[in-house]
């Protein structure tokens, strides 16, 4: 498809698992942002990469939390130890360009419940 | 950190009528978005706003960008059903590249037919 793809969908982990959560952007998009959504907010920045180039992670919670998208295309995030207070919807948005007026494109975001 | 205010959290309007939804600042930006979200998808962007005092229109869409950059608003002319859904505003600072968007905790508009 033409758009920013998310999977899975969603995910259920038991408290203390590791979880990978994988994003395909757009073809051609520089940068990959992940956005973390909890329930009733608005998405909260995670970390943003420039093609293969992890650019800041000031947003990733804590150490449990790392990503990477080494071929700068396909990014993957990954929980370590997962909390409850982990679950939330994680989006990847991706855009065609680093600066200017250039439109971020979110996936469909995956649902991680930890129970 | 940067907070957006927006409020009321919930909007209730007729089928047909106007509204308009405000988001503050207490911090400047130099871009202003505005964005909707259906139930288990993600944000889609329908304005974005560049310029101090600029007013810009997407069909029944019309937002303003305020002129001491701290404020926006959003107006839906005539809704229709399919208006429903979370609307969202974002800010990007006058430092920042493309990254750190910051949110808003959103507006659920809901539309009675």
């Known amino acids: 498809g033409a758009g920013v793809s998310q999977s899975p969908r969603y995910k259920v982990a038991k408290r203390g698992q590791d979880v990978a959560l994988r994003c395909d952007p757009i073809?051609?998009?520089?940068?990959l942002f992940w956005y973390q959504q909890a329930l009733g907010q608005g998405p909260e920045f995670l970390t943003y990469?420039?093609?293969?180039?992890?650019?800041?992670k000031s947003g990733l919670p804590s150490d449990r939390f790392f990503a990477e998208r080494p071929e700068g295309s396909v990014s993957t995030l990954k929980i370590q130890r997962t909390q409850q207070e982990d679950s939330a919807v994680y989006l990847c948005?991706?855009?065609?360009?680093?600066?200017?007026?250039?439109?971020?494109?979110f996936g469909n975001g995956t649902r991680l419940t930890v129970t | 950190g940067q907070q957006l205010n927006q409020s009321p959290q919930s909007m209730f309007i007729q089928e047909g009528e106007d509204v308009s939804m405000n988001c503050t600042s207490s911090?400047?930006?130099?871009?202003w978005l505005w964005y909707k979200q259906d139930p288990g998808e993600g944000p889609v962007l329908l304005i974005a706003?560049?310029?101090?005092?600029e007013l810009t229109s997407n069909g029944r869409l019309t937002a303003q960008f305020g002129i001491t950059r701290k404020d926006s608003f959003l107006n839906i002319s005539a809704s229709i059903p399919s208006d429903v859904g979370i609307y969202f505003c974002?800010?990007?600072?006058?430092?920042?590249?493309?990254?750190?968007?910051?949110f808003g905790k959103g507006i659920t508009l809901s539309v009675r037919p």
């Open positions: 948005a991706s855009s065609l360009e680093v600066r200017g007026r250039s439109p971020l494109h």
């Open positions: 073809s051609g998009h520089v940068s």
């Open positions: 990469f420039q093609n293969e180039a992890q650019l800041d």
């Open positions: 911090s400047i930006f130099n871009t």
């Open positions: 706003l560049y310029k101090a005092g």
């Open positions: 974002a800010g990007l600072t006058p430092t920042g590249a493309n990254s750190k968007l910051t």
